[in-house]
């Protein structure tokens, strides 16, 4: 693994506080850098909106984005097991994931894919959406991505929860004023 690059995207996915900050571009940096840290093909990006109804936000390839809808469209998958349960969920064979996810197993390989691990976008109980990752073999991640990819997803999930307590303390202080 590249520490140089996994250190550059940790302070990258902390720095919320930029003026030009962008949700979409910084959960692009999540799926893209997981691909290029971990031993995956692959990463899409589920993520709840205000009314807790998940959401494709970002994907490292279009056949992760098709799939992660292929997820929400049918209601069953690893991201949305993960995102219910608030913790990782992982199939280190689709082709024996058929009784458990049998719209979704079929179709992840169908478009490539052999393994899953999804991992929860967290903070103590507040699970705000999971990060998908894709294997073209089967095979469990090894332990270690598994790690690294959960504090990914984890210093995202601050930064993100972060970036939301500014944006309600800035309408709030206009709020206030327009009513001084």
Do not use: Y
């Not at 490292?60 to 799939?67: G, K, M, N, P, V």
């Not at 690893?78 to 058929?98: N, Q, T």
């Not at 303390?169 to 709020?175: A, G, P, R, V, W």
Request: charged share 20%; glycine share 6%; proline share 5%.
């Amino acid at each position: 693994m590249d520490g140089q690059l996994l250190s550059e995207t940790f302070v990258e996915l902390t720095d919320t506080m930029v003026a030009d900050f962008d949700v979409i571009d910084f959960l692009h940096v999540l799926t893209d850098r997981s691909v290029q840290l971990l031993d995956v093909s692959a990463a899409g990006l589920l993520l709840a909106d205000p009314r807790g109804e998940l959401r494709v936000v970002a994907a490292s390839s279009e056949a992760a984005r098709l799939l992660e809808l292929f997820q929400l469209q049918s209601d069953q998958g690893p991201c949305l097991d993960c995102f219910r349960a608030g913790r990782p969920v992982d199939s280190g064979d689709l082709a024996a994931a058929g009784q458990r996810w049998p719209r979704f197993a079929p179709a992840a390989q169908q478009a490539g894919f052999a393994a899953v691990q999804a991992l929860p976008m967290r903070l103590r109980d507040q699970v705000i959406g999971a990060l998908n990752l894709f294997r073209a073999s089967p095979g469990a991640l090894p332990p270690a991505d598994v790690r690294v990819g959960q504090a990914l997803a984890d210093v995202a999930t601050i930064s993100l929860l972060h970036e939301r307590s500014m944006r309600h303390s800035d309408t709030l202080n206009e709020q206030l004023q327009t009513a001084l």
